[in-house]
T-cell receptor
Framework: GAVVSQHPSWVICKSGTSVKIECRSL??????MFWYRQFPKQSLMLMAT?????????EQGVEKDKFLINHASLTLSTLTVTSAHPEDSSFYIC????????????FGPGTRLLVL | GQNIDQPTEMTATEGAIVQINCTYQ??????LFWYQQHAGEAPTFLSY??LDGLEEKGRFSSFLSRSKGYSYLLLKELQMKDSASYLC??????????WGAGTKLIIKP
């Protein structure tokens, strides 16, 4: 099946710093990637939809200046959490949509962010 | 509005069969997905249905009735490793996935 990687898998940082998370589709091209956040024992929450070569579409309530998304190629999207605060601590998961396979979304393994 | 309903939690016995239901109301329909998510991990793709009927894949089967806005995931010969959350998601007319809250499945020996 399609493979999506995410890096890093764990991040611990100080409050006020910025953190970049990479999402790569390894064996397929993804014109669309998605960024989710999931707090413990809660549902996936879509943060934004990332389209290659254009600006990301953010969900209501998600600050685009705080969560910077760049989708510069068909296999790479990045999420930068700027000036991170403890309340940003969460499990961030990306997914990539395989345009050639029934539009199925395949998920990366996720990145755990802990802001101290 | 758009809505996906599935039970919050279910319990079943190892070796048995369990059916997890999902009902949906969305603006348009371009397929229904089931994902499995173990605690602390990202979801993994299980199945995709876009036409009515049953799709079988090993111990897992997924059924869809578009007229009823209904799907179920059937798990046979349950194993302890099947303990996980099962997420139902519908792709709407804009090809956006609408997610259910997930069903936590607890398997007991």
């Amino acid at each position: 099946g399609a493979v999506v990687s995410q890096h890093p898998s764990w991040v611990i940082c100080k409050s006020g710093t910025s953190v970049k998370i990479e999402c790569r589709s390894l064996d397929f091209q993804a014109t669309t990637m998605f960024w989710y956040r999931q707090f413990p024992k809660q549902s996936l929450m879509l943060m934004a939809t990332s389209n290659e070569g254009s600006k990301a579409t953010y969900e209501q309530g998600v600050e685009k200046d705080k969560f910077l998304i760049n989708h510069a190629s068909l296999t790479l999207s990045t999420l930068t959490v700027t000036s991170a605060h403890p309340e940003d601590s969460s499990f961030y998961i990306c997914s990539a949509r395989d345009s050639g396979g029934f539009e199925t979304q395949y998920f990366g393994p996720g990145t755990r962010l802990l802001v101290l | 509005g758009q809505n996906i309903d599935q039970p919050t939690e279910m319990t079943a016995t190892e070796g048995a069969i369990v059916q997890i239901n999902c009902t949906y109301q969305t603006s348009g329909f371009n397929g229904l997905f089931w994902y499995q998510q173990h605690a602390g991990e990202a979801p993994t793709f299980l199945s995709y249905n876009v036409l009515d009927g049953l799709e079988e894949k090993g111990r897992f089967s997924s059924f869809l009735s578009r007229s009823k806005g209904y799907s179920y995931l059937l798990l046979k010969e349950l194993q302890m490793k099947d303990s996980a959350s099962y997420l139902c998601a519908v792709m709407d007319s804009n090809y956006q996935l609408i997610w259910g809250a997930g069903t936590k499945l607890i398997i007991k020996p």
